[in-house]
């Protein structure tokens, strides 16, 4: 049988069910001619791999190459992370939230944060908020890079990877400059942050946006955005529609890559979201099925170039000189007698934190709720019927960190 010759205009067409392209497109696809097909096979993938950012163990049904079943097993990093929270004061829970997704500390923090100053019935600031705001979406362009970039070396381009690697530690950087950790901070707190910004932030803030928008448009998208290969390799593989992804509790990039238009910081705004203008990067499915994994990559390129618009309009409304960080922290961290679920829009999707207290300075009881444990409960319903290759695209795309889902 001729080889297929691959058109890369085509890729860019609308994906139609009825446009004659196949389950993935211009591959030829050997199917079962009969039904002794020997005996199936046990596999282990882990339980380490680079896609998971930590310790999963998937136990992988192959007949052949397809992925007849999967299971995924938990349990290695479990770090009692909720109930050392009860036995601390709120501000010594901070750490322990930078420690839950270790990829996106800042975003964990900031959840946390607004759900003891919930609480407590307490705020901080404008000026203070709009600039918490922007280390928060700072760390989620951090976080977006690392996702990406490993998704490419899972896909077999290691250029993208070093590219954003490059630009993440530049933030990581400044993010070490201000708190004095590279990768764990403990620096928004309940009531503000540790300790005010150096007096030329903004300028900096504004070098790495500059570099940020370089890397997306200059140099990862031309290599995989609009790569005839790695649209092949993807764009048909871990389809989760919006039915499935919904029923699942999936949130964040991964509900948007389905198509799903939800985003918590403009359906329920916090802080103060709701003053800033940005558009919800929602995949669209143009070069496929929606939801497949380069939608869930599309997304989380969409949302970086959409959180450098929100740091400049937070700057923007930040005066000029310096920041008293520490208005908005209690004299005493005595809260009142009560309960309340606070959820925000981490990196990975939706964070929910619930907190009782019982009077004093600790929580009574602690509890998060993690994106990325529904991420892993979808895999086996979007992964069956696939390749042993597309496993990884599939787990790579989902970018979910073990610290949060095993807490």
């Known amino acids: 049988m001729a080889e297929q010759v691959l058109d890369p205009e085509r890729l860019r067409e609308p994906y139609s069910p009825q446009g004659g392209r196949g389950y993935r497109p211009y591959l030829q696809i050997t199917t079962r001619?009969?039904?002794?097909?020997?005996?199936?096979?046990?596999?282990?993938?882990?339980?380490?791999?680079?896609?998971?950012?930590?310790?999963?163990?998937?136990?992988?049904?192959?007949?052949?190459?397809?992925?007849?079943?999967?299971?995924?097993?938990?349990?290695?990093?479990?770090?009692?992370?909720?109930?050392?929270?009860?036995?601390?004061?709120?501000?010594q829970v901070v750490p322990y939230t930078?420690?839950?997704?270790?990829?996106?500390?800042?975003?964990?923090?900031?959840?946390?944060s607004?759900?003891?100053?919930?609480?407590?019935?307490?705020?901080?600031?404008?000026?203070?908020?709009?600039?918490?705001m922007a280390i928060v979406e700072l760390q989620r362009i951090a976080s977006h890079?690392?996702?990406?970039?490993?998704?490419?070396?899972?896909?077999?381009?290691?250029?993208?990877?070093?590219?954003?690697?490059?630009?993440?530690?530049?933030?990581?950087?400044?993010?070490?400059?201000?708190s004095g950790g590279h990768l764990l901070y403990n620096y928004i707190w309940p009531g503000g942050v540790q300790r005010a910004p150096m007096l030329d932030y903004k300028a900096r803030i504004e070098a790495l946006l500059k570099e940020t928008e370089h890397t997306m448009n200059k140099l990862v998208g031309p290599v995989l955005s609009e790569n005839a290969i790695f649209i092949q390799r993807t764009a048909f593989s871990g389809v989760m529609t919006a039915e499935v992804a919904l029923a699942y509790a999936i949130s964040g990039p991964n509900l948007r890559g389905s198509g799903?238009?939800?985003?918590?910081?403009?359906?329920?705004?916090?802080g103060l979201y709701q003053k800033v203008d940005?558009?919800?990067?929602?995949?669209?499915?143009?070069?496929?099925?929606?939801?497949?994994?380069?939608?869930?990559?599309?997304?989380?390129?969409?949302?970086?170039?959409?959180?450098?618009?929100?740091?400049?309009?937070?700057?923007?409304r930040i005066p000029d000189g310096p920041l008293d960080v520490h208005e908005g922290l209690p004299a005493k961290w005595d809260l009142p007698k009560g309960?309340?679920?606070?959820?925000?829009?981490?990196?990975?999707?939706?964070?929910?934190?619930?907190?009782?207290?019982?009077?004093?300075?600790?929580?009574?009881?602690?509890?998060?709720?993690?994106?990325?444990?529904?991420?892993?409960?979808?895999?086996?319903?979007?992964?069956?019927?696939?390749?042993?290759?597309?496993?990884?695209?599939?787990?790579?795309?989902l970018d979910f960190v073990m610290g949060e889902v095993d807490r």
């Not at 046990?42 to 791999?49: E, F, K, V």
């Not at 934190?353 to 994106?371: D, M, N, Q, T, W």
């Open 33 to 91: 001619q009969t039904d002794d097909v020997g005996e199936s096979m046990l596999l282990n993938m882990g339980p380490q791999h680079p896609s998971t950012h930590g310790v999963l163990r998937i136990e992988v049904i192959l007949s052949g190459e397809e992925v007849e079943d999967l299971r995924c097993h938990l349990g290695y990093l479990h770090r009692c992370a909720e109930k050392e929270s009860e036995a601390s004061t709120y501000l």
């Open 98 to 112: 930078d420690r839950l997704d270790y990829v996106a500390p800042m975003t964990m923090a900031y959840t946390y």
């Open 114 to 132: 607004l759900a003891v100053e919930r609480l407590g019935n307490f705020q901080v600031a404008d000026e203070v908020e709009y600039y918490r």
């Open 145 to 178: 890079f690392l996702a990406i970039g490993t998704f490419g070396i899972d896909m077999g381009s290691f250029s993208p990877f070093l590219w954003a690697f490059e630009t993440r530690e530049r933030i990581l950087g400044f993010l070490e400059a201000i």
């Open 260 to 270: 799903v238009n939800r985003d918590l910081r403009k359906d329920e705004p916090y």
């Open 278 to 316: 940005f558009n919800t990067s929602v995949a669209k499915g143009q070069y496929g099925p929606l939801g497949s994994c380069l939608d869930r990559y599309l997304a989380r390129g969409g949302e970086v170039l959409e959180s450098v618009k929100i740091i400049r309009q937070c700057l923007s």
């Open 339 to 397: 309960e309340c679920y606070f959820r925000g829009e981490a990196a990975r999707g939706e964070l929910g934190v619930y907190l009782v207290s019982e009077g004093g300075p600790k929580p009574y009881r602690c509890k998060f709720r993690s994106p990325g444990y529904h991420s892993i409960q979808v895999i086996p319903e979007i992964a069956r019927g696939s390749y042993i290759a597309d496993l990884v695209a599939i787990i790579g795309s």
